[in-house]
């Protein structure tokens, strides 16, 4: 029978190197199963931002439809103010071609051009910001898809580390356990009359 002291003590130790093995591996496991749960997330983020893209993309031809029919209402109303006025001067018996009629034609056909050109660039600037956000929002896709491909590269190490852990703390523990078998034998440990029954 074997004593029960250096017994314990290496078997403590192969046990010590077996918890410490699936401890690294455990971690190892836990890692890579955050990483992908991460690179989830960031795919599911790049999608969203690619559907935002999209609707800001809509949204920029909504704005330039919006501007050009803003445009066109704004030239109707200016050839209907220079209307009301040309028939209104030519109902008082005045030469719409010259003098006041005149003026006043050429002064409201002013006022409908910069009223045109305004619903024009109003429609032309609102779109470009869309197209903008678009273009951020697919820029930002493309780094949520980045990053998950980086989350997936971690956690495929992740888990080649927790192999690696794991084997490495077994070897070590093993070794230790074998030299601390070879010293307590050396030294006569198994002989020191302390038995196992």
């Given at each position: ?16 190197a ?58 109707r ?19 719409v ?15 409908g ?40 590269v ?10 690696i852990?794991?084997?490495?703390a ?9 030299g ?6 050396r ?11």
């Amino acid at each position: 029978m074997a004593p029960a002291i250096p017994v314990i003590m290496v078997a403590a130790t192969v046990i010590g190197a077996g918890v410490a093995a699936y401890s690294a591996y455990q971690s190892g496991q836990a890692q890579s199963a955050n990483a992908k749960y991460q690179s989830a997330v960031a795919l599911r983020n790049a999608e969203l931002n690619k559907q935002n893209a999209d609707f800001a993309r809509q949204n920029a031809a909504y704005a330039e439809q919006q501007g050009a029919a803003r445009e066109r209402d704004a030239a109707r109303r200016a050839r209907a103010v220079i209307g009301a006025t040309e028939a209104a001067a030519a109902g008082n018996g005045l030469d719409v071609g010259q003098g006041s009629p005149l003026d006043l034609r050429e002064g409201n056909a002013r006022i409908g051009t910069e009223n045109i050109q305004a619903a024009n660039e109003s429609g032309r600037r609102t779109a470009e910001g869309f197209r903008r956000q678009a273009f951020s929002f697919e820029n930002q896709a493309g780094s949520n898809t980045l990053q998950a491909q980086g989350y997936n590269v971690a956690g495929n190490a992740a888990a080649e580390a927790g192999y690696i852990g794991a084997g490495s703390a077994l070897v070590s523990g093993l070794a230790t356990a074998g030299g601390r078998y070879y010293d307590l034998e050396r030294t006569g440990a198994f002989n020191s009359g302390l038995q196992v029954a």
